[in-house]
């Protein structure tokens, strides 16, 4: 079952700003480490920004400065915001977890969304 999910995808301007939304079903139990992944047409899936429990984050070089990633350990739920978007950005981007389900609380899995697709185009 699909136990992340994103949302906040879209068509959005060069230069304008969007922010991605990824919830943590009900069978997720704790989360350790939460990403984002993005995959461009015709490329290879890469490593957007990642941030652990306690708060620290890094980021591609491509989006440094450009992106933010932040989470709300309480909503089980991390938010990527967007801003100065480029027609590079243009990808479906995936939610990324390393958590403990519901099932087995003593493993830790990685854990995928289906993916959100954003569009930077004028």
């Known amino acids: 079952q699909v136990q992340l999910v994103e949302s906040g995808g879209g068509l959005v301007q060069p230069g304008g700003s969007l922010r991605l939304s990824c919830a943590a079903s009900r069978t997720i139990f704790s989360i350790d480490v939460m990403g984002w992944y993005r995959q461009p047409p015709g490329k290879e899936r890469e490593l957007v920004a990642r941030?652990?429990?306690?708060?620290?984050?890094n980021y591609a070089d491509s989006v440094k400065g450009r992106f933010t990633i932040s989470r709300d350990n309480a909503k089980k739920m991390v938010y990527l915001q967007m801003n100065s978007l480029e027609p590079e950005d243009t990808a479906v981007y995936y939610c990324?977890?390393?958590?403990?389900?519901?099932?087995?609380?003593?493993?830790?899995?990685?854990?995928w969304g289906q993916g959100t697709l954003v569009t930077v185009s004028s």
């Open positions: 990324n977890a390393r958590a403990r389900t519901i099932y087995d609380t003593y493993r830790t899995r990685e854990h």
């Open positions: 941030i652990t429990s306690g708060g620290n984050t």
